[in-house]
């Protein structure tokens, strides 16, 4: 099991950015893939972006292309979503997860609050 803690969120203006970090407590990630999910108010989670570790392939929710960049720091167990030209809309908890290739996401932390205003 991974334990992953979150940080990095808080309230800013739309346009603004934010960079969310996501430290794990596994120190070998070779066979697993990161991502990030959000839940807005009212609303079921949903995927936002991942990131295969070994390979640093990346995928997104097309209501993030272009906007949000996933990336990893191997030395620090360390994923990033860096989140610009933010939007009310985007306003949600931010939940880091993990998996083993293969297989649901079976791993999540606590979760970070993001709030964008208009």
């Known amino acids: 099991q991974v334990q992953l803690v979150e940080s990095g969120g808080g309230l800013v203006q739309a346009g603004g950015s934010l960079r969310l970090s996501c430290a794990a407590s596994r120190r070998t990630f070779s066979n697993y893939r990161v991502g990030w999910f959000r839940q807005a108010p009212e609303k079921e989670r949903v995927f936002v972006a991942s990131i295969i570790w070994r390979t640093g392939s990346t995928n997104y929710a097309d209501s993030v292309k272009g906007r949000f960049t996933i990336s990893r720091d191997h030395d620090k167990n360390t994923v990033y979503l860096q989140m610009n030209s933010l939007e009310p809309e985007d306003t949600a908890i931010y939940y880091c997860?993990?998996?083993?290739?293969?297989?649901?996401?079976?791993?999540w932390g606590q979760g970070t609050q993001v709030t964008v205003s208009s």
């Open positions: 997860a993990a998996a083993q290739l293969g297989s649901n996401w079976g791993d």
